[in-house]
């Protein structure tokens, strides 16, 4: 039996609704692209930090750029988010980003080191930080709200949109901040441009893509949130830490913060030159390389993000690729405590120093798919915005504690951390899956 309604194309008895599945096929992918281009010229920046801005200058400026979106993910993104749907999240953050890749490329155009180059660095970071917490909250709860609505549109089990969905997202992702870390190492090493021109022209694609998503459509949530007062909002992430599942599930996350510090603020700045050096004798090409061993990372991470779609759908369970993530970061820390050769280690490798680029690659892939749709998964409707608030805490808590480490010149210790977070992950992922398995049934014996 097939039958109308007034507003809405022919639906089955099954309550598939094509047209509305169409809606948000498309209101998602808008989101991905303009979400994409904007966020790749924010991580290019972040990878050349540490050898634009020196060493120092660099870590500190990435250090703020996490401290500050760790508290926007925790205070000010469930605000944001809490006004209409999360669409001005997004645009608040989007905008923010613009302004801390503009402030990156007008200091390089200072003395390296000098105080107007630290200063505007510094200030750019800040505010890049303040909106990337904001940012990735509503993407969050955009993501989450789509996998419902298109889910009840489809008349599929959520977990299989949150699947696919998390899939494409990291694709889009993904392969635009390879594309665009590629990019610029083209531009400055092949074409001639300066760092400060070229990181000038992303501002300009970052606003472009900011404005894409101001006419682009919102996904609000399918359940009214609870009315709230401000600092109920404020403090909607924080009452979640009640709930021991919004732990079990951080292993991901912490293990992938305290990596990305790790390769960005003390492999690039230290082993990657002298390996590059002893592999090539050009002292200058490891700088230059940065950018096409970030796209690398995006290429793995891209590829394998949909390849561990077909696995999580075949398995009937996130907890393998998870595992997988796990055992690429515990590989990342053990490397780093070889000496080979001759006391020089990873540093010594020439070529071989890639090797963590290529782990790196495979990690980001689970963190940016699978990782995802198991917060989906475990938090959705009203929680999505405070469960993802608390996913972006997680990991940029870690990460700027491991950018401080690089401050304090703590070489390998670093890597502690990340080795014990990875080898928590699945366990602690197995123990929320039981406590989500056990509070539904206690549902379902509560509506019988």
Not at 31 to 45: E, I
Not at 285 to 300: P, R
Not at 427 to 433: C, F, K, N, Q, R
Not at 435 to 446: C, S
Request: net charge neutral.
């Amino acid at each position: 039996m097939v039958f109308t309604t007034a507003d809405s194309a022919p639906l089955a008895s099954t309550g598939v609704d094509p047209q509305r599945a169409r809606h948000w096929n498309r209101t998602f992918l808008v989101m991905c692209l303009a979400f994409g281009v904007n966020h790749a010229t924010v991580t290019t920046p972040i990878g050349y930090a540490s050898s634009l801005l020196g060493n120092k200058v660099g870590n500190i400026c990435n250090a703020l750029l996490y401290a500050s979106c760790m508290l926007s993910a925790l205070f000010l993104g469930p605000i944001v988010g809490s006004f209409r749907g999360p669409k001005l999240g997004l645009l608040f953050g989007m905008s923010c980003y613009v302004i801390y890749v503009l402030c990156f490329a007008i200091s390089l155009f200072f003395d390296k080191e000098s105080t107007g180059q630290s200063t505007v660095a510094i200030i750019g970071a800040i505010i890049g930080g303040v909106g990337a917490g904001t940012l990735w909250t509503a993407q969050g709860a955009f993501f989450a709200n789509t996998c419902q609505h298109l889910a009840e549109a489809l008349g599929e089990e959520p977990a299989s949109v949150t699947n696919r969905l998390a899939s494409t997202f990291a694709i889009w992702y993904l392969g635009l901040e390879m594309a665009f870390k590629a990019s610029f190492t083209a531009l400055t090493q092949f074409g001639g441009m300066s760092n400060g021109t070229g990181f000038a022209v992303y501002a300009v694609l970052a606003f472009l893509a900011t404005v894409c998503i101001a006419v682009g459509n919102d996904a609000p949530p399918m359940q009214t949130p609870a009315r709230a007062s401000f600092c109920g909002k404020a403090l909607g992430a924080l009452s979640m830490w009640t709930d021991p599942k919004i732990w079990l599930i951080s292993g991901s996350n912490i293990a992938f913060g305290f990596s990305a510090a790790y390769l960005a603020g003390y492999i690039n700045a230290n082993w990657l030159q002298t390996a590059i050096t002893k592999a090539t004798g050009d002292a200058e090409l490891a700088q230059n390389l940065i950018g096409f061993l970030g796209a690398l990372i995006c290429l793995i991470a891209t590829i394998s993000s949909k390849i561990f779609q077909c696995l999580n759908a075949r398995f009937g369970s996130k907890i393998p690729v998870v595992a997988l993530g796990s055992l690429c970061f515990i590989a990342i820390g053990v490397l780093s405590f070889i000496k080979a050769p001759h006391g020089e280690g990873p540093g010594g490798w020439g070529w071989g120093i890639v090797v963590f680029y290529l782990l790196q690659g495979m990690a980001r892939g689970v963190y940016e798919s699978t990782n995802k749709s198991v917060f989906a998964d475990t938090y959705s409707g009203p929680k999505a915005t405070g469960a993802f608030a608390n996913a972006m805490l997680q990991n940029t808590a870690s990460s700027t504690i491991g950018f401080l480490m690089g401050v304090a010149n703590v070489d390998t210790y670093e890597a502690y951390p990340l080795l014990i977070f990875a080898a928590l992950t699945v366990p602690m992922l197995v123990l929320a899956e039981r406590i989500k398995g056990t509070e539904e049934a206690r549902l379902q014996a509560q509506k019988v």
